[in-house]
T-cell receptor, first 113, second 114 residues
């Protein structure tokens, strides 16, 4: 069965520092993987996704993620954090039927000046 | 950019009451979903809807829940007799076809059962 584990419920970084949000997955089929961001009082916005092809995926707002099959990981990174990046981040994998998303518990990113 | 619209943004209801959460999916989308996020927990899939019928539902989606597309634009989630544990953020989502890129979420309805 498909599942997602996000390591660290809360990550704090300084403005300008590297952002690393960790996601490990379990999937019985080749995974489709997603990162979503949720700003306060807003919906879930797609940051990036991996389906097939290039394992380094670039998304919006300077974020990128690398699919590593050997490590069953899909960590999200950004070279330099901005105050506006403070939000909740969710990693997700498509279910086996390909019809719905299975989410991790989320990681809250705080950015300090 | 097209949006999925959910109303109300926040609803408070008494335990045992019926609530209807409303969603207006993107107009040319064909697949509709409800997800739930209990405070501090992960976002969970409830149900998917296609061609005027439920195509898939999770264990959470028991007999107290129902979905409907009453007209060409709205997609509703009804909870018949609310329980305290139904308090959560409910997200509606829609997509046009099997292309996963087009999976769009609404901003959610926060349901508080007292």
């Amino acid at each position: 069965a498909q599942s997602v584990t996000q390591l660290g419920s809360h990550v704090s970084v300084s403005e300008g520092a590297l952002v690393l949000l960790r996601c490990n997955y379990s999937s019985s089929v080749p995974p489709y993987l997603f990162w979503y961001v949720q700003y306060p009082n807003q919906g879930l916005q797609l940051l990036l996704k991996y389906t097939t092809g290039a394992t380094l995926v670039k998304g919006i707002n300077g974020f990128e993620a690398e699919f590593k099959k050997s490590e069953t990981s899909f960590h999200l990174t950004k070279p330099s954090a901005h105050m506006s990046d403070a939000a909740e981040y969710f990693c997700a994998v498509i279910n086996q039927a390909g019809t719905a998303l299975i989410f991790g518990k989320g990681t809250t990113l705080s950015v300090s000046s | 950019e097209p949006e999925v619209t959910q109303t109300p943004s926040h609803q408070v209801t008494q335990m045992g009451q019926e609530v209807i959460l409303r969603c207006v999916p993107i107009s040319n989308h064909l697949y509709f979903y409800w997800y739930r996020q209990i405070l501090g927990q992960k976002v969970e899939f409830l149900v998917s809807f296609y061609n005027n019928e439920i195509s898939e539902k999770s264990e959470i989606f028991d007999d107290q829940f129902s979905v409907e597309r009453p007209d060409g634009s709205n997609f509703t989630l009804k909870i018949r007799s609310t329980k305290l544990e139904d308090s959560a953020m409910y997200f509606c989502a829609s997509r046009q076809d099997r292309e996963l890129r087009g999976y769009t979420f609404g901003s959610g309805t926060r349901l508080t059962v007292v």
